[in-house]
């Protein structure tokens, strides 16, 4: 009697998490791939000179279907630098949040400060 084995990952149908569509800087960079979403799915863009090693890579990464946008260097470059100049500037917001709510400060000056046990003279040791 033999048994069906179902597939470990499904990848036409598994939805990548929101960081897994997320392509690191230097990875982005490097090879010259970069991804976005569209409402009909992911779009990755590259450069006409992609390599299947880099797309085999990025679909181990991403385990999405997605399409290709062919894109000029130019064109390319300022795609890269939007999309990472638009996290940047997320995640300095989220840190001016932060620092909205805990003064680092005010936080030091509520610390009592400990005494050193040898400059303690009431205490027996």
């Known amino acids: 009697?033999?048994?069906?084995?179902?597939?470990?990952?499904?990848?036409?149908?598994n939805e990548?998490?929101?960081?897994?569509?997320r392509l690191p800087f230097a990875f982005a960079k490097?090879?010259?791939?970069?991804?976005s979403k569209k409402e009909t799915g992911y779009v990755l863009h590259c450069l006409a000179n992609i390599s299947l090693e880099t797309i085999v890579e990025v679909r181990r990464i991403i385990k999405a279907p997605f399409s290709f946008d062919v894109q000029d260097i130019a064109s390319f470059e300022l795609l890269l630098t939007e999309a990472f100049q638009r996290d940047s500037s997320e995640a300095q917001q989220m840190m001016e949040d932060i620092g909205?709510?805990?003064?680092?400060?005010?936080?030091?000056d509520e610390i009592t400060e400990s005494e050193d046990l040898l400059e303690n003279e009431d205490d027996a040791p």
Do not use: G
């Open 1 to 13: 009697m033999q048994q069906q084995s179902e597939p470990l990952i499904e990848l036409d149908n």
């Open 16 to 21: 990548p998490s929101a960081i897994a569509w």
């Open 100 to 108: 909205n709510e805990v003064d680092l400060y005010s936080l030091a």
């Open 30 to 35: 490097r090879f010259s791939v970069l991804f």
